[in-house]
């Protein structure tokens, strides 16, 4: 298992001052400090059993552990309070320190189970680096411990042996400190060569204009420049190869060329994005979920669904997403008729193709068809069938009010055709991010379709003023209901606990405020 240079190691080097310090907080607090300290841990506690920090910070998508550096600020504000309090009354409390090493003893050997089985490496190597790592943070740990206890005891009257007990507690944490930093030298050793291949690539990136540095932005620029309305961008390659024994595409290509595609970076993938994508036939694919021989891309489940990504050379779902601009490499592919090549926008080294049948970023549908209906269909069929109606639950009292949608297979004119008209009808404007504006012509009752993902109670819709349901369309989807007419619908999104959170935020600042003045003008040298 190779070991990476990563952020969270910071977490990692900063257990090794914590677990000495953040238990002398506890220790020498008086009782009404403590009630607030179990009050942090417990919230903190209840962060990893209910992923809530979890599903803000990988797209409400299930529970990974990787956010929990977010906790880091509040181990840096124990650590520093623990330390001052040790410094401030002149105490240290070596039960505190047997305790909260024997707890982390407990937890490290509680997390075996869980550890042993993954990774390619037998299960005795896991096991002899996670008894190694438990005892480097419980050595250096008591080692800081004994440092500080001794180092408080050294005054002007301190007695030989206080004194020496404090050099050798220096002298063995400094050695304990060379030696990791030799192990850590020895293990950056090892991986040099692949540090060094990668190093040595990316610098040829910026150097040739290629990965990262390829032309694309440039040609996203001239784009962006060319046309300043609403739409997205497409293409047909992926600068980045990374090589998992099979090259794949960069997940990160789509987030640092900032081509507003139908990718987007794994984490950050929406539950309603994946929902859309999978109904419609798009599934994971190797190496990134790392599919075992008996399962299909379709049994896919859990976090390994964040890497569904793009629509692949689906046409006709471009269209119906907004993708109103093709950057392609080399020859000219094998492209419908209805996208058209742009010689202005185009360079020697990428072509730029014009999308003439691509919707607007909502569009309006009069027609539907049942969500069991259009699961059974082949997924060709899916992609006209989403061109021309609008996917409901079976059990949507909509569903009867519209149209019944047709059958056929819908011709390159067709898609053009059914662009023009969705164009004249529907006008989108971006206030900001996640707020838009529809000026909608409605020729009878139907669905305005939003082509972003939909989550339930997070969206604020209103027409013509009147507040109106977000529902799920296309099975995954945003759409709002409307009847004839011309209508201002605006779209925002507005996270159902946003007000209550934003309530909490200023009532907790006004009282820190409060407090410290408290403590100004009140407490004399301050507040415990």
């Given at each position: 298992?190779?070991?990476?240079?990563?952020?969270?190691?910071?977490?990692?080097?900063?257990?090794?001052?914590?677990?000495?310090?953040?238990?002398?907080?506890?220790?020498?607090?008086?009782?009404?400090?403590?009630?607030?300290?179990?009050?942090?841990?417990?919230?903190?506690?209840?962060?990893?059993?209910?992923?809530?920090?979890?599903?803000?910070?990988?797209?409400?998508?299930?529970?990974?552990?990787?956010?929990?550096?977010?906790?880091?600020?509040?181990?840096?504000?124990?650590?520093?309070?623990?330390?001052?309090?040790?410094?401030?009354?002149?105490?240290?409390?070596?039960?505190?320190?047997?305790?909260?090493?024997?707890?982390?003893?407990?937890?490290?050997?509680?997390?075996?189970?869980?550890?042993?089985?993954?990774?390619?490496?037998?299960?005795?190597?896991?096991?002899?680096?996670?008894?190694?790592?438990?005892?480097?943070?419980?050595?250096?740990?008591?080692?800081?411990?004994?440092?500080?206890?001794?180092?408080?005891?050294?005054?002007?009257?301190?007695?030989?042996?206080?004194?020496?007990?404090?050099?050798?507690?220096?002298?063995?944490?400094?050695?304990?400190?060379?030696?990791?930093?030799?192990?850590?030298?020895?293990?950056?050793?090892?991986?040099?060569?692949?540090?060094?291949?990668?190093?040595?690539?990316?610098?040829?990136?910026?150097?040739?204009?290629?990965?990262?540095?390829?032309?694309?932005?440039?040609?996203?620029?001239?784009?962006?420049?060319?046309?300043?309305?609403?739409?997205?961008?497409?293409?047909?390659?992926?600068?980045?190869?990374?090589?998992?024994?099979?090259?794949?595409?960069?997940?990160?290509?789509?987030?640092?060329?900032?081509?507003?595609?139908?990718?987007?970076?794994?984490?950050?993938?929406?539950?309603?994005?994946?929902?859309?994508?999978?109904?419609?036939?798009?599934?994971?694919?190797?190496?990134?979920?790392?599919?075992?021989?008996?399962?299909?891309?379709?049994?896919?489940?859990?976090?390994?669904?964040?890497?569904?990504?793009?629509?692949?050379?689906?046409?006709?779902?471009?269209?119906?997403?907004?993708?109103?601009?093709?950057?392609?490499?080399?020859?000219?592919?094998?492209?419908?008729?209805?996208?058209?090549?742009?010689?202005?926008?185009?360079?020697?080294?990428?072509?730029?193709?014009?999308?003439?049948?691509?919707?607007?970023?909502?569009?309006?549908?009069?027609?539907?068809?049942?969500?069991?209906?259009?699961?059974?269909?082949?997924?060709?069929?899916?992609?006209?069938?989403?061109?021309?109606?609008?996917?409901?639950?079976?059990?949507?009292?909509?569903?009867?009010?519209?149209?019944?949608?047709?059958?056929?297979?819908?011709?390159?004119?067709?898609?053009?055709?059914?662009?023009?008209?969705?164009?004249?009808?529907?006008?989108?404007?971006?206030?900001?991010?996640?707020?838009?504006?529809?000026?909608?012509?409605?020729?009878?009752?139907?669905?305005?379709?939003?082509?972003?993902?939909?989550?339930?109670?997070?969206?604020?819709?209103?027409?013509?003023?009147?507040?109106?349901?977000?529902?799920?369309?296309?099975?995954?989807?945003?759409?709002?209901?409307?009847?004839?007419?011309?209508?201002?619908?605006?779209?925002?999104?507005l996270p159902r606990w946003f007000g209550m959170g934003a309530v909490v935020s200023c009532v907790s600042l006004i009282g820190l405020l409060l407090y410290?003045?408290?403590?100004?003008?009140?407490?004399?040298?301050?507040?415990?």
């Amino acid at each position: 298992m190779k070991i990476n240079a990563d952020f969270f190691n910071l977490t990692t080097y900063a257990t090794f001052v914590s677990i000495a310090t953040i238990p002398q907080l506890w220790a020498l607090s008086n009782l009404k400090l403590r009630r607030r300290i179990a009050s942090v841990g417990l919230l903190c506690a209840l962060s990893v059993l209910f992923p809530v920090v979890a599903w803000v910070f990988n797209g409400f998508s299930d529970f990974s552990y990787r956010w929990l550096f977010v906790w880091s600020p509040i181990v840096s504000l124990a650590t520093g309070m623990g330390l001052d309090l040790v410094l401030t009354k002149k105490r240290w409390s070596w039960k505190a320190t047997a305790c909260a090493c024997s707890l982390f003893a407990l937890a490290s050997v509680a997390t075996l189970p869980v550890f042993l089985p993954v990774g390619d490496d037998s299960v005795f190597g896991r096991a002899k680096r996670v008894t190694f790592a438990l005892l480097v943070v419980v050595s250096y740990a008591l080692l800081l411990s004994g440092l500080i206890f001794t180092r408080k005891q050294t005054g002007s009257h301190a007695r030989r042996g206080s004194l020496t007990a404090c050099h050798f507690a220096k002298a063995a944490l400094l050695s304990f400190a060379a030696l990791l930093f030799v192990l850590e030298m020895g293990v950056a050793y090892r991986n040099w060569p692949d540090s060094r291949s990668y190093s040595e690539q990316f610098s040829n990136m910026a150097e040739n204009g290629t990965g990262f540095f390829d032309s694309d932005s440039e040609t996203v620029r001239g784009i962006r420049l060319a046309d300043d309305s609403f739409y997205r961008i497409e293409k047909d390659h992926g600068s980045v190869v990374v090589d998992w024994g099979v090259p794949y595409e960069s997940d990160n290509d789509s987030m640092v060329q900032n081509y507003f595609g139908t990718h987007s970076y794994n984490s950050m993938n929406a539950s309603g994005a994946i929902d859309f994508l999978r109904a419609a036939g798009v599934f994971v694919a190797f190496p990134a979920a790392d599919l075992s021989l008996c399962e299909s891309p379709y049994d896919v489940s859990g976090p390994n669904l964040n890497y569904i990504n793009g629509v692949g050379n689906r046409y006709k779902l471009m269209a119906l997403l907004g993708v109103k601009y093709y950057i392609t490499i080399g020859d000219a592919p094998d492209l419908p008729d209805y996208f058209a090549f742009d010689e202005d926008l185009s360079s020697e080294s990428r072509s730029v193709w014009r999308n003439k049948g691509s919707y607007p970023f909502a569009s309006f549908f009069e027609s539907a068809i049942s969500e069991s209906d259009y699961r059974m269909m082949p997924y060709e069929e899916k992609d006209d069938a989403l061109l021309s109606s609008v996917v409901l639950e079976d059990n949507a009292a909509l569903l009867s009010e519209l149209q019944q949608a047709g059958e056929g297979d819908l011709s390159d004119r067709d898609v053009v055709d059914s662009a023009i008209k969705q164009n004249d009808i529907v006008k989108i404007e971006m206030l900001t991010e996640g707020d838009y504006v529809v000026d909608l012509d409605a020729p009878s009752r139907g669905v305005l379709l939003v082509a972003t993902p939909y989550e339930k109670d997070n969206w604020s819709i209103l027409v013509d003023s009147e507040p109106a349901e977000a529902i799920c369309v296309d099975c995954g989807l945003l759409g709002v209901a409307v009847d004839s007419g011309e209508h201002v619908i605006r779209v925002r999104y507005l996270p159902r606990w946003f007000g209550m959170g934003a309530v909490v935020s200023c009532v907790s600042l006004i009282g820190l405020l409060l407090y410290g003045l408290r403590c100004r003008f009140f407490c004399g040298s301050g507040c415990p």
